[in-house]
């Protein structure tokens, strides 16, 4: 079992920047992918953007160029980046964990934060 806690959201205005954090109660070595989504209201949650155990990384068409994902294994934590943040980027953001297991995957989620950006 792994535990995903986020900080960093909060109200900022567009063309600002924040950046979240994500902290693993296990080792993010044993981890294969973490990732951040997002949901905004009335919307499907959507991949923001992840990164592999190996730092290979992947991002929405919509926040390339603008945000960043990387990793600190020592810290077991995973951070994005977001600049130049537009009022789209407003929703709840949540950090994903991926690992697998032979052939079985794991799955897991933090509570989210919220990111509110204002016009």
């Known amino acids: 079992q792994v535990q995903l806690v986020e900080s960093g959201g909060g109200l900022v205005q567009a063309g600002g920047s924040l950046r979240l954090s994500c902290v693993a109660s296990?080792?993010?070595?044993?981890?294969?992918?973490m990732g951040w989504y997002r949901q905004a209201p009335g919307k499907q949650r959507e991949l923001v953007a992840v990164i592999t155990s190996t730092g290979s990384t992947n991002y929405a068409d919509s926040v390339k160029g603008r945000f960043t994902i990387s990793r600190d294994n020592a810290k077991n934590t995973v951070y994005l980046q977001m600049n130049s943040l537009k009022p789209e980027d407003t929703a709840v953001y949540y950090c994903?964990?991926?690992?697998?297991?032979?052939?079985?995957?794991?799955?897991?989620w933090g509570q989210g934060t919220q990111v509110t950006v204002s016009s």
């Open positions: 994903n964990a991926d690992r697998w297991v032979m052939v079985t995957k794991y799955e897991y």
């Open positions: 296990a080792s993010i070595l044993r981890i294969n992918t």
